[in-house]
């Protein structure tokens, strides 16, 4: 079993920055990737970020260039920060810790809301 825990969401205006955390526990191996997902009002989840267990990173268009994944050394806790915020970044952010290409566990995702 795994657990996610993420943190950091919150209402910032256009143009801000926010940072997420999603912290990870029980049976986890570096050399699985961790990611970011994204879900908006009336649309579908969508890939925000990923990062490999050797570091390699993956982005959604729409974000790239303004959002940075990273991952600590011990690879348990993986951020997002999220710069230059625009109104259409407004969801709701889950962690995602990923098994296979199909399989993971979620995190119970955090709120980030951007005004404009």
């Known amino acids: 079993q795994v657990q996610l825990v993420e943190s950091g969401g919150g209402l910032v205006q256009a143009g801000g920055s926010l940072r997420l955390s999603c912290a990870a526990s029980?049976?986890?191996?570096?050399?699985?990737?961790m990611g970011w997902y994204r879900q908006a009002p009336g649309k579908q989840c969508e890939l925000v970020a990923e990062i490999t267990g050797g570091g390699n990173t993956t982005y959604s268009g729409s974000v790239k260039g303004r959002f940075t994944i990273s991952r600590d050394n011990a690879a348990t806790t993986v951020y997002l920060q999220m710069n230059s915020l625009k109104p259409e970044d407004t969801a709701v952010y889950y962690c995602?810790?990923?098994?296979?290409?199909?399989?993971?566990?979620w995190g119970q995702g955090t709120q980030v809301t951007v005004s404009s």
């Open positions: 029980g049976s986890i191996f570096s050399r699985n990737a």
């Open positions: 995602l810790y990923r098994i296979s290409t199909r399989l993971g566990y």
